[in-house]
């Protein structure tokens, strides 16, 4: 059985933003993955939260990772949080270029809790991160919102993308 990825939704920022919202995803693939390439103005934490045709802001969010810079490594566990986080320590530094990929399999089936793997990687003083994430809803997710923990803005020429996995 082979998989096939279709592009569903990119945005590339003309100006800086505080945040970016994805919506109105199809519910007609297995899976979804969130690609962005981004940069910040100032040192920040990066942001997700989903939701069914709002961002759900209650704390439904969980998740579980492991972070390295090639020195140095840790783990991490938080439940019950508003939004998930990629999780590298001190934050992103500023005008650095990295990329955060979210795979959100069976987001659309609504007899399960949704959950997704993410891999943020920064540059190597930076860390990488790999994170197991859980939101608590059965709802299929259609609206992903992208942001930083304290309104830090994405610079202009970050890119995010959303595609779809069919099963063939």
């Known amino acids: 059985m082979a998989a096939t990825y279709e592009p569903i939704a990119s945005t590339t920022l003309g100006s800086t933003a505080a945040t970016v919202t994805l919506s109105g995803i199809p519910t007609t693939y297995t899976d979804v993955i969130l690609v962005c390439s981004f940069e910040f103005d100032t040192a920040a ?3 997700i939260r989903v939701g069914n045709g709002s961002v759900d802001t209650g704390t439904n969010y969980s998740f579980t990772g492991l972070v390295g810079n090639g020195t140095t490594a840790s783990s991490f566990r938080r439940s019950s949080q508003a939004q998930f986080y990629a999780y590298n320590g001190n934050g992103i530094t500023a005008n650095t270029r990295t990329i ?69």
């Open 100 to 168: 955060v990929v979210a795979n959100f399999m069976s987001y659309a089936n609504t007899n399960v809790y949704k959950t997704a793997l993410l891999v943020e990687a920064s540059p190597s003083d930076e860390g990488v991160a790999r994170e197991v994430m859980l939101w608590r809803s059965t709802s299929a997710i259609n609206v992903i919102e992208i942001y930083s923990a304290s309104g830090e803005l994405f610079e202009a020429g970050s890119t995010f993308s959303l595609f779809g996995i069919k099963a063939a």
């Open 45 to 47: 934490q990066f942001r």
